[in-house]
Every structure is written in C-alpha cells, then in structure tokens.
C-alpha cells in the first residue's frame, strides 16, 4: 500500500479540491494537463509523490468525467463537478462565501442558501469518493482546506474505521466574524469528525477552539476536545512549508543562474530589482503595495529605471466579480505609474498577468533584490518560504506582511502592516537600502528556519499527531486489562 515519507509507512490518501494538475481545454478542442495554482498543491505535491500516495480531487474543468490513474508517482482519483456545481460549490460557497468570511472580510462575504446546497452535495461527494478508494482500518485520510470542511464527518460516517485528519490552509476568523456564517455550526460539526485538525498559526487553532465551544457546545482542554459522544480529538497548529531541499538544488543549477543574470539584463540592468509574486486575489494586497511604490516614485525617493518593480499576478479565479473587479483596478492602477513614471523601453513596473514554470520563479527569485510579500491577510503565504529557500547566495531582502502566517516563523524579514502605507514605503526603502551583510545574516536566519522546518517535516508532524490521536482512541475503546 502507498505511503508518506517520514511516517512509517503510513498509507496516506489525500484529499483537495484541486488535484495537483487542471485539465485545461485548448483553442483547437484538445485537452491538456497543466500544474494547478496556489499553495496547498506546491507544498502538498512533493508529500504525496516521494511517497506514492492517493490524491482525490477535481480535475479543475468542469463536467469531467474521468477515470482513476497513475501519474508522476501517484494515484490520482477525480472527482466531477458539473457547471452549475463549480459556479455555486467552488466560485460561490467556497469563493464567494468562506474565501473573503476567513480572510477577515478582506472582501465582502456573499450568503447565498443555494450555494449551502451545492456545498453539501459536493461534500458528499468527495466523501462518497474517499470511502470507496481508502483501505481498510486505520488507513489515513488527510482532507485539506475551507472547500471540504463538511468532508470529516461525512466520512466518518460511513468510515468509522479510518484515521481522519484535516488541515486548513487559510487563517480561521475570530469568533465575531465567524458567528456571521448562517451555517457555522454545521461547519463545525462537519470539522469534529476529524482526529486531527490542522491549522497554519496557534491563533487560528484558538479561533477554531472558541468556535466549537460557542456553536456545538463541546470541552475543550488545551488542544483537546471532549465530544458529548466521549470521542477526543485535537485541534492545533501545524506551519505548512516548501519543499527547501529541491528549491535549494534548483536554485544552484547553471541554468538558473544563467536565466536569473538574463532576466536582469533584459530589465535594462537596474541597480535594484523588487518583486511581486502573487495569485491575483485582493487578500494579496497588491493594491496597497502600488500605491505605496507609486507614491515613492512621485516623491522622488525612488527613480525608475534604477529601480524596477516585477509584478507577477497570476491568473485566479477569473469568473468569480470580485476578482474581476480587482483585475481591473490593479490594471489602471500599473497603467497610471507606467504612464507618470515609464521611459520608452523602461517601464516603472513590469506587470506580468500569467503563471510560470517553477524554474522560472527560481530564476526570478533569484534576480530580485527585494521580495515584498505583503497580503492583507493570508494563511502562510508559500512564496516568502520559496524565496528564502532558493537565495543560496545569501542576498536579498524579504518585505513581509504580519498579517501572513509565514511572519510567525520569518522573523529576520522586513514585517510590515500592510494597511499602513507610509510604513509599507519606510520598510521598502530600508528593505532597498540594507548592508549586504546585514542582508545575509538575516537571510542565513531565515534559510535556517525554513530548510528544518520544510513540508516533509510537516507532514510527518501532522500525520504523526494524527497517529496518536488515533492510538490513544484505540486504547480508549479497548477493554482495560485483567
Ligand atoms: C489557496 C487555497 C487552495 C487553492 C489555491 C488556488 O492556496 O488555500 O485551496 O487551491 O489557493 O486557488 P484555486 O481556487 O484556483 O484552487
């Protein structure tokens, strides 16, 4: 049977609403496979393929029917959602309603009760999909993220014998904005069917604690809850990371660093190079960032072209309003400092709305001499850890947000409140202006944390507190000796 690197064999399937690869259909009808945005799958992908385990999720088009395979050293198991399902379950419920509830209302959360509906059936789903392919007793089932928060208890259900651990990648809200979902409890009961519940920052687990106390009335004890039905679970925090090792080797590769000097001519040679690497979600913040770049290029305290800002902004969720509206203001926003600070050939900010390859990134991490990663609100935030991970070199400058998870652990960077834009310029400009040896020590201290604390060390971790749990439940329901 498949297992998970670090966990003694443990059979592992993983379960998310995104399989690691989208099924993407091109202009002449044909199909392809392309790596799926965000987080969850970079960090969760290399778990699952040292390991050969399953992954359950949805090919990322809909009304596709495909059956399970083998792929890149996993078992790969689809799930198919219809139009209508992916309009109400994924852009609405998920994205409409908990993305924007669980970033502290960074948007405004939309309660739609037909959206509730196609949650549910969704939920079902998966869990229907899950309980076919697991094994048999004390298989491990690990359910990520806001889209699947009913999943647990569902499979509980019909799977009393498995392990079940969740992990949430997004932060979980204080009890005041929570209490505004109409379904809270039913979220919360669908969370308890867990053993294990994984969170980014102890604040969140907190915020899950206060929640399961106010809604579903249950004990807790530290970490522990005490359901009414004398089962115990765990909810705690666990901080997702990269997989340091491999970015550090595609960091060193001549290649990279032949493509990372490229990138840097074809900028026109600056003397400093700030990147943005963002899905473009308004959680990201980077409206707030231009404005506070832009302001420092109309006060002089910057200068283009000595300077250039890279924007990436991939691609997300274009069909949600919400983010269409803020493509639009991000765009006129780049068009008015282009327009007041550009030369021909040099523009003040490189905007660049697509995904690249992670060979690209590296190179790109690699160019920049300042990262500014300042989200509004974001559960980790993978792309400060990437950055630290590839800069062997012991350059560069990290602008972070405190409001990212990532700023627990990250504490060398350059923390900044992202609302406030005379700080967010200050930090840049000391960001810019850093000794390179004041740089490097703070990168060694950063490279030291994230190459211990990498995703295989938190998967074990996860997975191994999943163990216990499960154990010390077991020991429970055996007869006591004699
Ligand atoms: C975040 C979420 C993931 C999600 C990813 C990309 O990282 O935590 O669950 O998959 O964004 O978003 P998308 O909606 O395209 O899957």
């Known amino acids: 049977m498949r297992g998970v690197a670090g966990t003694r064999e443990t059979p592992v399937v993983v379960v998310a609403n995104r399989l690691p690869v989208d099924q993407v259909t091109l202009g002449d009808g044909s199909t392809e496979w392309r790596p799926s945005p965000g987080g969850l799958v970079a960090a969760l992908e290399p778990v699952v393929q040292s390991s050969g385990g399953t992954w359950v999720g949805w090919p990322g088009a ?21 139009a209508e399902e992916v309009a109400e379950y994924y852009e609405g419920f998920s994205n409409g309603t908990l993305w924007p509830l669980y970033h502290d209302v960074t948007g405004e959360p939309v309660f739609e009760r037909r959206w509730w509906d196609a949650y549910r059936t969704v939920n079902q789903r998966f869990a229907d999909a899950v309980a076919e392919v697991a094994d048999g007793p004390g298989t491990v089932v690990w359910v990520q993220d806001y889209q699947l928060q009913l999943v647990p208890d569902m499979l509980r259900r019909r799977r009393p014998d498995l392990r079940i651990g969740f992990f949430d990648h997004i932060p979980f809200p204080g009890w005041e904005i929570y209490a505004r979902l109409p379904w809270r409890k039913q979220i919360i009961d669908g969370l308890l069917g867990a053993d294990l519940i994984g969170f980014q920052r102890g604040g969140d687990a907190a915020n899950f604690l206060r929640a399961a ?14 359901r009414g039905d004398g089962r115990q679970l765990r909810a705690a925090a666990f901080p997702i990371s990269v997989d340091a090792a491999a970015l550090d080797e595609l960091s060193r590769r001549p290649e990279t660093l032949a493509r990372a000097a490229e990138l840097r001519r074809d900028l026109g040679n600056p003397t400093t190079i700030v990147l943005g690497v963002d899905r473009l979600d308004y959680t990201k913040g980077i409206l707030h960032r231009l404005r506070a770049y832009g302001e420092l290029l109309d006060e002089g305290r910057l200068g283009a072209p000595d300077v250039v800002l890279v924007q990436v902004a991939s691609p997300s969720r274009e069909r949600v309003e919400e983010y269409q509206r803020l493509r639009d203001e991000v765009e006129v926003t780049v068009g008015r400092i282009n327009g007041d600070h550009s030369a021909v050939g040099h523009p003040a900010v490189h905007y660049l709305h697509q995904t690249f390859p992670k060979e690209e990134m590296a190179a790109l991490y690699l160019a920049a ?18 950055y630290v991970a590839c800069r062997h070199d012991e350059r560069g400058s990290l602008v972070l947000s405190e409001f990212a998870g990532a700023a627990d652990e990250l504490r060398q960077a350059f923390l900044v409140n992202p609302w406030d834009i005379d700080g967010l310029k200050d930090a840049v400009l000391r960001a810019i202006a850093v000794a390179p040896a004041e740089a490097a020590r703070r990168m060694r201290a950063m490279r030291r944390r994230v190459s211990e604390f990498d995703v295989h060390r938190w ?24």
């Open 369 to 386: 001499d300042v990262l500014l990663v300042t989200p509004l609100r974001d559960g980790m935030n993978l792309v400060a850890k990437e």
């Open 62 to 82: 809909p009304d596709t029917e495909l059956d399970p395979f083998d792929a890149d050293g996993m078992h790969v198991v689809p799930v198919a959602l219809s």
């Open 459 to 482: 998967a074990s971790a996860f997975l191994g507190g999943l163990e216990m749990v499960a154990e010390s439940k077991a020991e429970r329901a055996a007869p006591a000796p004699g």
């Open 213 to 226: 106390r106010s809604t579903s009335g249950v004990v807790t004890r530290g970490s522990v809850i005490e």
